[in-house]
């Protein structure tokens, strides 16, 4: 039988499978219809967790800024964007191969 604290962290992971999954379907849909780097950036503001002064300001320089460096800012924010979506799966798998290797360790000998 399991506990309630198991059942718990069985659900917060099921639904953080499927946010994440969610997530990164979104963020391949976008990257699939290839829009420009303005609006790649917009997109990341708008779904940042960063102050909407801090969002203002990097809007207001987006007109000021070359076409490089847009598209460079707009990979820099989907990249931290991506890393943020997928840490609890990261930390997960990383604690599930250290369970695996001593396990394997704990066979040989």
Known sequence: MLGIGKLKREKQKKIQARATHTVVRRASQVQASKP??????LFYLS??????AAKE????LLPHMTDDQRSRL????????????????????????????????????
């Open 36 to 41: 420009d780097s303005v609006t790649r950036v």
């Open 74 to 109: 707009a990979a820099l924010m989907e990249t931290k964007f991506l890393d943020q979506a997928t840490h609890g799966i990261d930390e997960h798998l990383e604690q599930e191969l250290a369970h695996i290797n001593a396990k394997y360790a704990n066979a040989q000998t």
């Open 57 to 60: 300001a990097w809007a207001s």
């Open 47 to 52: 779904i940042s967790d960063m102050s909407q």
